[in-house]
């Protein structure tokens, strides 16, 4: 009622910031209430019906009287214009109340806009069910969606779904939304997943898998030995424990790049001896034993090999 009432003192006021008081007496009745709410729609709305004889009576001749600016929104609505003021952006600084509100009930009854009105041309804007996620309006960036989203946010973006498609996984089941519950949010590993050990931090994930494509694990040359540790301990401890000069490289200095990569020890070391020892002990393990516990004797597969020039360390543990 009372918005109701401001609505007739604009528009019989004509000037309604002077003489209040003066026109007040002319309110009557309700009916005669409603056909002045009328009138008043009437003005904001140019194209619509010459207004009722009985609104704006002579007030302000040379201007429409009564024509509502988007100023005056705020004298009867408190939420939409503090919305738009707190969160607005484009829509207060690009657009007024009234672009998108054209006229005013009881005259003009429709006056909800449709985004696509302004918003036309991109994928993005054929969705339907705009205000699902845009809740509000008045603040067109607060958005907000469920967990089960994937299509929409492909509108935007599309290398994450053919990265996810092309490394067939768990994740590729998953809604986009399922790991990005808030736009733009990033979640991490460990929201979901334990790490491989204590070692690890929730930043380490990413060392070795990437979250669109999570089986294929690789990783960069300075990654620490501790890391495959958690899965390697044997490999781990007998590299530690070794007295050989590859207990100084780290595990990706000779497994490179890419998980379950294996080297070959020419790779790094050419052909280090005569062609007749390589005939006759074409493996060099035979008489170096294996990467991680080189030269020692005693373990290595091929002992009898070992050169006799080499003494064995008599009591090395495993
Ligand atoms: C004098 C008070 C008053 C002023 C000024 C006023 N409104 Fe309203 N507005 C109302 C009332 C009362 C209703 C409810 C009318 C109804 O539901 O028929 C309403 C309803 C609305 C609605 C809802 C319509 C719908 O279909 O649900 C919108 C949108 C609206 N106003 C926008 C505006 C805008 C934009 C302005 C400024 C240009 C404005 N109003 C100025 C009183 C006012
Ligand atoms: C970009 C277009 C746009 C702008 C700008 C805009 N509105 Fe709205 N407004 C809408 C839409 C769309 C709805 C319907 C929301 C819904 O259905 O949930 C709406 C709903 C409303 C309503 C009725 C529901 C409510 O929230 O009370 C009022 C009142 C209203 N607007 C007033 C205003 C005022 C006042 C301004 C300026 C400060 C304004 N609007 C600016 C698009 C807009
Ligand atoms: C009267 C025209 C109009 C209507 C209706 C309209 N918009 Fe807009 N909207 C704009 C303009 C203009 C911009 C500024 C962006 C631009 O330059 O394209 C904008 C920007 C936006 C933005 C980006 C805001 C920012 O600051 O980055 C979103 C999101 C948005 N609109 C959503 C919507 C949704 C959802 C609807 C329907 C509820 C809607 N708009 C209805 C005119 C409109
Ligand atoms: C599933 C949720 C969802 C739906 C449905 C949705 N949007 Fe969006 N919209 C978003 C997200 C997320 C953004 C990105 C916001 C950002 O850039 O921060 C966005 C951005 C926008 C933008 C600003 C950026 C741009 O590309 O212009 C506009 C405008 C927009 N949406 C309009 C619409 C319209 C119109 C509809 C309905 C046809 C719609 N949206 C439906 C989620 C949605
Ligand atoms: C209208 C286009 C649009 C839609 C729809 C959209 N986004 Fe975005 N998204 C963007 C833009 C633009 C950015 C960059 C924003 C920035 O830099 O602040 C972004 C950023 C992101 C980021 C952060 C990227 C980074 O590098 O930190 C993630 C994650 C994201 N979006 C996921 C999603 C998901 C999931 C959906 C669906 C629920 C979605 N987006 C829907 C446009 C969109
Ligand atoms: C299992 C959880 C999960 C799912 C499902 C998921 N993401 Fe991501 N997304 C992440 C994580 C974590 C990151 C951070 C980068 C990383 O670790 O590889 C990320 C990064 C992003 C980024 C930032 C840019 C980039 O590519 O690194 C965008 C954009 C993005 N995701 C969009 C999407 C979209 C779109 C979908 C659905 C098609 C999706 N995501 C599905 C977890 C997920
Ligand atoms: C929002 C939860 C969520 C986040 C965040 C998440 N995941 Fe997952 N992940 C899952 C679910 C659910 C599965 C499927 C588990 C199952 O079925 O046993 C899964 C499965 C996996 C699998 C096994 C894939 C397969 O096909 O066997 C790997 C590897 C994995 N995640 C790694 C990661 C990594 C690395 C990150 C961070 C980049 C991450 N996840 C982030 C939920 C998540
Ligand atoms: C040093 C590399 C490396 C790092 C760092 C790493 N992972 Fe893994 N992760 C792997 C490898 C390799 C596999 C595959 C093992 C297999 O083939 O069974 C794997 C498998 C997984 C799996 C699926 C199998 C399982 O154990 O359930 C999940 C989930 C996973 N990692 C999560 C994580 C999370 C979370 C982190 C960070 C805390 C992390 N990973 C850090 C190498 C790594
Ligand atoms: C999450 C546990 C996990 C992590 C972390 C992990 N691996 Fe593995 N790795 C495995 C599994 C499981 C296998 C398969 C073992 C099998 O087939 O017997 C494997 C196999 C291997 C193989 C042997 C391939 C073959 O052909 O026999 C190498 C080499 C390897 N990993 C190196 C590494 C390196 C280097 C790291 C650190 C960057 C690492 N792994 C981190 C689980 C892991
Ligand atoms: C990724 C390169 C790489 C691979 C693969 C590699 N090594 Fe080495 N190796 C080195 C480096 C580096 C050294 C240390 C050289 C130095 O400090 O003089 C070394 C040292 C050695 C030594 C000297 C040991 C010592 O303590 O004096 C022997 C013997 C040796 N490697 C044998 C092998 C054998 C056998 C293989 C295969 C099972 C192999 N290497 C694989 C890089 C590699
Ligand atoms: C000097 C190079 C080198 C370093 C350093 C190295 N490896 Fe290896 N690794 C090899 C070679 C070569 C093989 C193949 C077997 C052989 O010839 O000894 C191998 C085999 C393996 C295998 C498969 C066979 C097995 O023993 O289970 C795993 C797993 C493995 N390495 C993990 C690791 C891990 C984890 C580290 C770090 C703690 C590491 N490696 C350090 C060269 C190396
Ligand atoms: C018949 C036994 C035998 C075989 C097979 C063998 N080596 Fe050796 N290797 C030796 C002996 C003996 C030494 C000298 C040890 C010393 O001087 O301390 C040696 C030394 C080395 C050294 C260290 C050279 C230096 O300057 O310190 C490297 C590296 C090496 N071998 C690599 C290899 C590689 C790679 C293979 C396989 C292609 C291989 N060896 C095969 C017996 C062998």
Known sequence: MQQIFYLIWIAISGDYHHNKGGRMKRIVSLASALLLLASVAVAAEPAAKPAAPQAAPAAAPAKPAVALTSADCAKCHVKAPADVEAKGRAHKTKVT???????????????????????????????????????????????????????????????????????????????????????????????????????????????????????????????????????????????????AKHKSLLCVTCH?????????????????????????????????GIAHDLNNWRTAPAAQAAPAGKPAPAHKKK
Do not use: W
């Open 97 to 243: 109340c009234q672009d998108c509100h054209q006229g005013h009930p009881p005259t003009v009854r429709k006056i909800i806009p449709l985004c696509g009105q302004c918003h036309e041309g991109k994928p993005h804007y054929k969705l339907g069910g705009c205000l699902q996620c845009h809740k509000n309006p008045h603040q067109p960036k607060e958005i907000v969606f469920g967990r089960d989203v994937t299509d929409p946010c492909l509108t935007c973006h599309s290398p994450q779904i053919a990265q996810l498609k092309a490394n067939p996984s768990k994740h590729t089941k998953l809604a986009c939304s399922f790991c990005h519950d808030v736009h733009g949010k990033v979640p991490q590993c460990t929201q979901c997943h334990k790490a491989h050990s204590a070692d690890q931090g929730p930043g380490d994930c990413k060392k070795c898998h990437k979250a669109h494509m999570p089986k294929t694990v690789t990783y960069a040359a300075d990654t620490a030995s501790k890391q495959c540790a958690a899965c390697h301990t044997k490999a781990y401890s007998m590299l530690v424990a070794s007295k």
């Open 256 to 288: 490179q790049e890419k998980h379950k990569m294996v080297p070959k020890c020419q790779d790094c070391h050419g052909v280090p001896h005569a062609a007749g020892i390589m005939t006759k002990f074409p493996k060099c393990g035979d008489c170096h």
